[in-house]
């Protein structure tokens, strides 16, 4: 399913809520194929970890989301002039002890 950006904010800003009441816990990135981003690069237990990826509009889209949450919110993120045209998912996902990056000791 394709996400609004406000959607996706949405989803975004109550799964960390329920989760964590701080979003310095957090890593937003975007990504074309989040699952195998957050596996691979980011070391994420797709059972063990807290996760979650939302399709979105356009790369542009992907951009806003990560950009609010990174600015706004203080959400650890990745270098968006990295991201390409093709990238449409939002990631995320709580950082603990083995991921990359790692959760603050």
């Known amino acids: 399913m394709i996400y609004s950006v406000q959607q996706i904010k949405f989803e975004i800003y109550s799964y960390i809520e329920a989760l964590s009441d701080n979003f ?5 990135g975007i990504a074309s194929d989040p699952i195998n ?7 994420v237990s797709l059972a063990d970890d807290f996760w979650l990826y939302k ?17 706004k919110l203080n959400v650890d993120g990745c ?3 990295e991201c390409l045209v093709d990238m449409d998912c939002v990631y995320l996902f709580k950082k603990g ?9």
């Open 24 to 28: 310095d816990d957090w890593y937003i």
């Open 37 to 43: 981003k957050l596996e691979s690069t980011h070391n």
């Open 55 to 71: 399709q979105a509009v356009s790369a542009a889209a992907c951009k806003s989301v990560h950009d609010y949450f990174v600015r």
């Open 79 to 81: 270098d968006i002039e």
């Open 97 to 105: 002890p083995r991921t990359k990056p790692r959760a603050s000791a």
